[in-house]
Each structure stands twice: as C-alpha cells, then as structure tokens.
C-alpha cells in the first residue's frame, strides 16, 4: 500500500451509482476514475485501462463514507487503519471477496486484507 507522501486520490467525481469502493483499501472513487487513474494506494493491482481488472478489484458494496485530509494525524483514519493510505474518501465498511488471482498479488506482495464489517 501507499506511503501517501504528496500524492492525493481525487474525489469521486460523481456520486451516484458508479461509485466504486477499491476492494483492499477502502478508496472509493467513480468506476471511471478507477479505470483511467488505478488506484492510488494499490497500484501494482493495475487497474488503469483494463475494466476486467476495476470489476474484480472494486465493488459498489460498501457502506458510509469519510473524506480523510491528514491521514498521519486524523484520530479517524488511526481508527479507520488509514494512516498509510493517501488522502481521499474512503468506506466505512466493505461487504465483497477478492477473486483468488487478485488474492494471489496481495499475498505474493505480504499484504494482509481483511473484510471490513
């Protein structure tokens, strides 16, 4: 995952039913925004251009929404686990499961993800 550094994910650009959570990270952003920038805090999921790749990484089943502008020092993204993670909006909660290729890259990569309830 993202160190954040200066990077910043967009907010999503439209907020009605094309809102995407990344499934990993919790990011949630427009399912064209996912398709043509990727993820921020997952890039090696290498979403960028390739559909396919959104639909197995993102889900529309998510619940609430907190925009994080500090992830280093916000108390919400400590208790979120976001503190890693560059600033942007991101679900509360995740109700999804990873294909098992997608599972694969995280855990060749030793990343640890869980369901968010």
């Known amino acids: 995952m993202s160190e954040g550094g200066d990077q910043v ?3 999503p650009t439209d907020l009605g039913k094309s809102l995407r959570c990344c499934v990993p ?3 949630i952003k427009s399912f064209d925004q996912f398709y043509e920038q990727g993820c921020e805090n997952c ?4 979403m960028e251009n390739d559909r396919e790749r959104v639909f197995d990484c993102t889900t529309s089943e ?3 929404m907190v925009s994080v502008v500090d992830p ?3 108390w919400c993204a400590k208790w979120l686990r976001l503190k890693k993670f560059v600033p942007g909006c991101y ?3 995740v109700q999804a499961e990873l ?5 694969d890259i995280l855990d060749n990569r030793g990343i640890k993800w869980r369901l968010q309830d």
């Open 72 to 74: 280093s020092t916000s």
């Open 25 to 27: 990270c919790r990011l």
């Open 91 to 93: 679900a509360l909660s």
């Open 99 to 103: 294909p098992q290729h997608i599972e």
């Open 9 to 11: 994910a967009q907010p």
């Open 43 to 46: 890039p090696y999921l290498d």
């Open 62 to 64: 998510f619940k609430g």
